[in-house]
């Protein structure tokens, strides 16, 4: 039988530029963790329905929160780091036997925003570099 999860207990950390592993989910509000595989496509003249090959998986994700000034630092220091920072994400949470993905990512981009109606906010983009990695707390 399945056990489901809220996301409430979701948890992602990061290590900043001075690779010191950061806990920012306090400040998060959504964790997109797309997991892409190119397709090469092997279609032929003469075929009447398309055909693939998988290649090499590419992913990035985009994280989301409210603003804070020390987020914003670890954050904002990461733009053009050429060094290659470790993610933990742990969807269902930090609880010990709970599944989470580890990896190496670079900071794409990332943007604060302010609205008269709402929080400052935050969304980063990271691309993952290498393989991810599955396990548990």
Do not use: W
């Amino acid at each position: 039988m399945p056990t489901f999860r809220h996301g409430k207990s979701t948890n992602f950390q990061i290590t900043d530029s001075g690779a010191v592993n950061r806990d920012i989910s306090d400040a998060c509000r959504s964790v997109n963790f797309p997991r892409p595989i190119d397709m090469a496509e092997t279609t032929a003249f003469g075929s009447t329905v398309k055909t693939f090959v998988p290649g090499i998986p590419n992913a990035t994700f985009d994280v989301q929160g409210m603003f804070d000034a020390t987020y914003d630092g670890y954050l904002a220091g990461l733009l053009g780091f050429t060094t290659a920072s470790t993610f933990i994400y742990g969807p269902e949470g930090s609880t010990s036997g709970r599944i989470k993905y580890t990896g190496s990512c670079y900071l794409m981009s990332y943007n604060v925003s302010g609205s008269v109606s709402d929080m400052v906010s935050f969304s980063a983009t990271f691309q993952i570099s290498g393989a991810i990695t599955r396990t548990t707390f």
